[in-house]
């Protein structure tokens, strides 16, 4: 008992709220939210930079395609693309996709939208005089991104890549409305169940997911730091 | 080596290339300069493609920028260009800053590389910085990489865009020596400098820009002694003595 509150619901069933039924079941709660983000935080590294990459070709056709595809999905609520996912891509693939890979699917698609624009913004946020220097040596612009532009900006993007891994822990919590059964699933199903506890369960998991989100903002204000620090020596 | 005929530029309304006609021969170096704003960055710019040209004739090298189908990237592989702001790859040593371009471009394997770059540090005399990364060079040092960088390419022709006027006045001399050891070596180059030392001591030509136009063309002997135009007569007043 702390201060009322009955917390022995949530310390009676704690493997359930860390991994779900795993290694009996299918894998659920933190480990399945972490899975989720991780996977999608993956793809979306892929995506982003793939359309970051295409929001800023010298080819206007190209770019604009790109920016009507990340403006439509930016301009769409998360909760939307996840719905679209859900219902879309199993008829179109003839169902059989786990609703797990739906969700992926559908925040892969959201991140990297946003991602495209940190992508962007790295890559127009290093100096003109680097590309006119690597393409006065003979280099194809391709060559001049590939080798000279990317790993500087790349570098640069890291502090906003990581605190986009923490957006996408807290969009996993979504993924409970289709019925994947990440932290918060766990917790709704744990409070139908049993009812009395409503406040107990939902004060546990915003705490869990209050730990997570806290440990990788530290982590990207400790690697902003060493950045920093490393590009003044 | 180099031709203009009939060239023209413009930046929206901007005139900043108006009918330029000129000729650089092999092995000759070219000073241009005239006040801010004359357009002399801009030409020297258009000689490895940086700023496209919008009319007229531009042959540099035996290949003709206004021809379209002229491979630029090969073109430019000939050329090596030194900026004002060095504008060296701040995440790269200054050894990989001088091999990239033979490795990916000359597709010189990498010890044949670095045997040819060392050769280029030991000529601006920087050997032993080989590890370096530019910030920690000074802005002299960080200058004469990038002409080991633009030399490493083997080119035809070396440009120098304001190469000293990024730089703290006790580095200047050092950057100069190696343009004139450069210069001396027979190296046809073209520089865009208000260094009026070095165009008297080593250019074979003056050129003096205003207003996107060439108003003088002359031996520097002849440019400084007696100055014909009185733009030119003005500028040289202005950039010999300052304060008066």
Redesign the interface.
């Known amino acids: 008992m702390i201060g009322g509150l009955d917390f022995t619901v949530v310390w009676k069933d704690l493997p359930y709220f860390f991994l779900g039924r795993y290694p009996k079941g299918p894998l659920g709660g933190v480990g399945l939210t972490l899975y989720l983000a991780v996977v999608s935080l993956f793809l979306s590294f892929i995506g982003g930079l793939i359309l970051g990459l295409l929001s800023v070709s010298r080819n206007r056709l190209i770019k604009w395609g790109s920016s009507a595809v990340i403006q439509t999905i930016r301009g769409m609520p998360l909760l939307m693309v996840i719905f679209w996912m859900f219902f879309l891509l199993p008829s179109l693939l003839g169902g059989g996709m786990p609703a797990s890979w739906t969700v992926i699917t559908a925040l892969t698609l959201f991140t990297s939208s946003y991602m495209s624009e940190i992508v962007r913004a790295g890559i127009l946020g290093i100096p003109k005089g680097q590309t006119e220097a690597a393409i006065s040596t003979g280099l194809s612009h391709r060559q001049a991104m590939l080798h000279i532009i990317l790993p500087q900006a790349l570098r640069n993007m890291i502090p906003s890549f990581v605190n986009q891994f923490v957006s996408m822990i807290k969009d996993t919590s979504l993924a409970f409305i289709v019925g994947v059964s990440e932290l918060t699933q766990v917790a709704t199903q744990m409070n139908n169940r049993t009812m009395l506890y409503p406040t107990e369960i939902f004060l546990f998991i915003a705490v869990i997911y209050f730990i997570l989100c806290f440990a990788f903002t530290e982590l990207s204000r400790w690697l902003e730091r060493r950045l920093a620090y490393q590009k003044a020596i | 080596m180099i031709r203009f005929e009939g060239v023209h530029k413009w930046f929206g309304p901007l005139h900043v290339l108006n009918n330029i006609n000129l000729r650089v021969k092999p092995g000759e170096v070219v000073v241009v300069c005239g006040p801010s704003g004359s357009g002399k960055s801009t030409l020297i710019r258009t000689i ?1 493609d ?1 700023e496209p040209i919008n009319e007229g004739k531009l042959v540099v090298a035996g290949m003709d920028l206004s021809d379209r189908k002229t491979d630029i ?2 073109l ?6 030194v ?1 004002q ?1 060095f ?5 790269l040593t200054v050894l990989k800053n001088i091999t ?2 033979p490795i ?2 000359r597709k010189l394997d990498r010890k044949t590389a670095e045997e040819q770059a060392m050769a280029l540090l030991e000529r601006v005399g920087l050997a032993e910085k080989r590890n370096a990364h530019p ?2 060079l000074s802005g002299g040092q960080q200058q004469r990489v ?1 002409i080991a ?2 030399l ?2 083997k080119p035809k022709i070396m440009l120098f865009d304001e190469p000293t006027s990024a730089l703290d006045p006790e580095m200047i001399g050092e950057v100069l020596q190696v343009m004139k050891d450069l210069a001396v070596s027979g190296m046809t180059m073209m520089v865009v400098t208000h260094e009026m030392g070095f165009a008297r001591e080593v250019s074979h030509r003056v050129v003096f820009m205003d207003h996107g136009t060439v108003l003088e063309e002359a031996e520097p002997e002849e440019f400084f002694k007696n100055p014909q135009h009185d733009r030119a007569q003005q500028f040289l007043k202005q950039i010999l003595s300052p304060m008066h």
């Open positions: 490895n940086l990237n090969k430019r592989a000939e050329i090596g260009f900026f702001q504008n060296l790859y701040p995440h990239l371009a990916k471009i910030s920690q990038a960088r633009g490493a390419m």
